[in-house]
């Protein structure tokens, strides 16, 4: 049951408590007890919107950052990614396995903007070895959703 609903709502949070009790054949209140409980076990750690920013006049700057850092003693990488994840430009930090350890995703206003984050905040942290940064130039599939969808060619076949 569990299963089936994180798979309802990863596709579409908008989903009611009713939808989804019409769509397993349940009660509405087994539906909100089962959410209830999986998000006071951080299964279910919050909601959000999947936005294509590229479509809105705001100008904003994605980078992925390679990071390699030294484990701590007792600690591993986790209070490093702890220390990372806490700063607001952060979106996201991932444990990697391959060349280096860290992977950090953060949002920016511009590349000047990504690029003094990672020289004065990232790149100074003791157990930061080194960094690689990849700036995002375009999105076409995010979250398992199409950015853009493909335009039908609405032409008329003109034909002898």
Same mark, same amino acid.
């Given at each position: ?58 100008? #904003?700057?994605?980078? &992925?950052?390679? /990071? ?11 209070? @490093? $990614? ?42 100074? #942290?003791?157990?930061? &070895?080194?960094? /690689? ?11 398992? @959703? $199409? ?14």
């Amino acid at each position: 049951m569990r299963d089936t609903i994180l798979r309802l709502i990863d596709k579409n949070s908008k989903l009611s408590i009713s939808d989804i009790a019409d769509m397993l054949g349940v009660s509405e209140e087994m539906i909100a007890n089962e959410i209830a409980a999986m998000e006071a076990d951080n299964i279910i750690c919050g909601y959000t919107t999947l936005i294509n920013w590229d479509k809105v006049d705001k100008e #904003m700057v994605t980078a &992925l950052i390679e /990071v390699k850092v030294t484990p701590q003693r007792g600690q591993g990488f986790d209070k @490093i $990614a702890e220390r990372i994840y806490k700063f607001d430009q952060v979106e996201a930090v991932y444990l990697m396995s391959g060349g280096y350890d860290l992977t950090v995703m953060i949002k920016g206003k511009s590349m000047k903007e990504v690029a003094h984050f990672v020289s004065s905040k990232l790149a100074t #942290m003791d157990s930061v &070895l080194s960094t /690689v940064t990849h700036f995002l130039l375009k999105k076409y599939k995010e979250h398992g @959703i $199409a950015l853009e969808h493909e335009k039908e060619d609405e032409r008329m076949l003109i034909t002898p």
